[in-house]
């Protein structure tokens, strides 16, 4: 059983920046695949971000160059770093973890965290 917390959403103006972190329980944090993906009002759950147990990171291509995804496995947490910040980007952002990247990747991965809310106004 892996346990997720998101931290770090808000409300921005676009242009500006947030840092979301996803703090995992568990002891094997270093042996997963982390990711993100973002869910807006009426539409699908999409792929945003990855990165694998070896540090090798995944970007879709609508966030590629402005966001950054990282991992600290003393600290058992995954980290996105989103910079220039456009209205739509708005949506809940959730953290999953996975042993399988491309499982991940697909986002049918077993464990998912509450969700953050990112707001950005135009």
């Known amino acids: 059983q892996v346990q997720l917390v998101e931290s770090g959403g808000g409300l921005v103006q676009a242009g500006g920046s947030l840092r979301l972190s996803c703090a995992a329980s568990?002891?094997?944090?270093?042996?997963?695949?982390m990711g993100w993906f973002r869910q807006a009002p009426g539409k699908e759950r999409e792929f945003v971000a990855a990165?694998?147990?070896?540090?090798?990171?995944y970007y879709s291509d609508s966030v590629k160059g402005r966001f950054t995804i990282s991992r600290d496995n003393a600290e058992n947490t995954v980290y996105l770093q989103m910079n220039n910040l456009q209205f739509e980007d708005t949506a809940v952002y959730y953290c999953t973890p996975d042993q399988s990247l491309p499982r991940l990747r697909l986002g049918i991965s077993a464990y998912w965290g509450q969700g953050t809310q990112v707001t950005v106004s135009s």
């Open positions: 568990g002891r094997t944090f270093s042996t997963y695949a």
């Open positions: 990165i694998s147990k070896n540090g090798v990171t």
